[in-house]
Structure formats: C-alpha cells, structure tokens
C-alpha cells in the first residue's frame, strides 16, 4: 500500500533505537525525510546512516529531548514538519512509597509535558497547512496499570487526557492526534526489564522471557518494526479519520473485550 506521504518530513523522538527507531525505518520507507534525535551521537548517527540508505534525508540531532534546549535544537532543525513522532524513555520503576514531588515532577516532564510542548510548537503550521500527523508513543500501562511503574503510569494517562480532548480541537484543520501504546516489544529495554527479574527471582534471561512470553497470548514480544509499520499508517493519507485514539499493540496481553 502507497502510504501517500513520500516528500513529507516527520520528527521522530528517541528514535536511534527501540521503538522509535521502528517508526522513524517505517516512515523512511514510505519516503518520508527524518529529523532524527536521540541523546547519545554515536548511535544515532549509526541509526541515521542506515535510514539514509532508504533514500531519505535523515539530520540527526543529539539532545536530550526532555529538556527545554533539546526542544528547541530539535525543533530549530525542523522547521515545519508534517508529522511528528513523540517519544522518549520511560521513569523508572519503584514502590509507592518511593515517589515524591520531584520524582513526579521529573517523570510529568519526559513522559507529559514534552510531547505537550513539542505538539504545541508544530501544530500550528500543521493546521494552516491542513494537514498533520502526531502520534505519541504511550504504554499498555494506561489502558491496565503496572503497580511497579506508578511514575509511567501517571504521566502517560495525564498525556492520553490531554490528547483525548485537544485531538478533537484540531480534527478540523486536518491534523490528527493518536498514541501507541506498546506491550512487551524486543527492544533494550524489554532485555533491561527482563534481567532485572532474572535477578530477583534468581533465574536465567531466557527463563524469564519464557516466563513473560507465557503471559501474552501471542506468546512472543512484538517487534519494532512492526510497530513502526502500525505508526507509519497512522501518519498516512489513509488515516485521516482516525482521530484521538488508543491504538493497544500487545499481543493480546491486556485481556478485554474493547
Ligand atoms: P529503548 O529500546 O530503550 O530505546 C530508547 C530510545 O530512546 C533510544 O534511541 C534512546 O537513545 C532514546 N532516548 C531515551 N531517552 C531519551 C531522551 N531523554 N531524549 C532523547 N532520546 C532518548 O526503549 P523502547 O523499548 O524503544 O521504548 C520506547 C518507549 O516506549 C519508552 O518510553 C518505554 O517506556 C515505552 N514502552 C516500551 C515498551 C517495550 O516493551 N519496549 C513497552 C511499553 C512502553 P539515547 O539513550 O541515546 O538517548
């Protein structure tokens, strides 16, 4: 399928690796120009240099994207683009009793309020233009909360709050807002998650991933790239009419009827 969005150019957070990386390959391959930004310059410039050889234009911008000047870097270096791939890494987990003010107010700002602003910033231009695509990568936690990861939890439901009502505000000039919200995906991170319950329980890596496999009814991990496939269709011509929705890619984990 055409994806209809060849010569556009779309940022894409956090994307030298994981998830990010998925989307920014599946929107390399749809033709799409890259602004690119992770925190470390060797990865991600290994990362641009392989999406370049998809034929698109990739600038990579090092930066820290949760801070106000790795906004401004990132979005100094786009212009106005057309789509915009929000992202960045999650808090750490913990006990309730762990958190406070700051470690809340620290977790709000990389998970809530930098998409807000980064959003903020581009759609404007988007809506004179008529057209935009913004997808933010969210977590299965906001549809069935993980106790352990109570700072996720909390600022990526405020973040699916704010766009459940402001997607709504913008529909009309031809820009959509949507989340992602990945179960367990093969990434860095799911081997991280993994080895910390290998430690606790005393077990190897791959009996912990069997153990997490056996939960979900696919009874694997998702890959990036096929959640780069599912961002790069909400970014296309294709998904004009989809609009402040949840999209819950888990292999079945969360188990619901809708
Ligand atoms: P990952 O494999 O650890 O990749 C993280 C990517 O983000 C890397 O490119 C990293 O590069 C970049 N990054 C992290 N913090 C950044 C920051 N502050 N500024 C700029 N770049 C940053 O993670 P992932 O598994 O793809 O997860 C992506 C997001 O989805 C996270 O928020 C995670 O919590 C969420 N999620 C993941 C899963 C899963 O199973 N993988 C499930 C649910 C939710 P640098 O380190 O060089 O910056």
């Not at 470390?40 to 410039?45: A, H, I, M, N, S």
Request: charged fraction near 15%; charge should be neutral; proline fraction near 5%.
């Amino acid at each position: 399928m055409d994806l209809g969005i060849r010569g556009k150019k779309a940022i894409v957070c956090a994307g030298s690796k994981g998830l990010g990386f998925g989307c920014a390959e599946a929107l390399a391959e749809a033709g799409v120009d890259l602004i690119l930004n992770a925190r470390t310059e060797g990865p991600l410039e290994d990362a641009a240099a392989r999406l370049r050889e998809l034929g698109v234009s990739v600038t990579p911008v090092a930066c820290d994207i949760t801070t106000q000047n790795g906004q401004a870097q990132v979005l100094a270096a786009a212009g106005s683009p057309d789509i915009l791939v929000n992202n960045a890494g999650g808090p750490p987990p913990g006990m309730w009793t762990d958190w406070d003010r700051e470690d809340f107010i620290k977790a709000l700002d990389a998970n809530m309020l930098t998409p807000i602003a980064l959003m903020k910033a581009v759609m404007p231009s988007m809506m004179e233009r008529g057209w935009g695509r913004v997808v933010n990568i969210t977590s299965q936690s906001v549809k069935a909360p993980i106790a352990v990861l109570g700072l996720s939890n909390s600022a990526r439901a405020g973040l699916t709050g704010y766009v459940a009502g402001t997607s709504r505000q913008v529909a009309e000039n031809g820009v959509t807002i949507n989340n992602l919200q990945p179960g367990i995906h093969a990434t860095d991170r799911a081997v991280s998650l993994d080895g910390g319950v290998a430690k606790a329980q005393g077990i190897s890596l791959e009996e912990a991933k069997a153990q997490r496999c056996a939960m979900i009814p696919a009874r694997r991990y998702g890959t990036p790239q096929e959640f780069g496939a599912t961002c790069a269709f909400l970014c296309s011509q294709h998904a004009g009419f989809i609009v402040g929705q949840n999209i819950l890619l888990d292999g079945g984990a969360v188990n619901s009827t809708m």
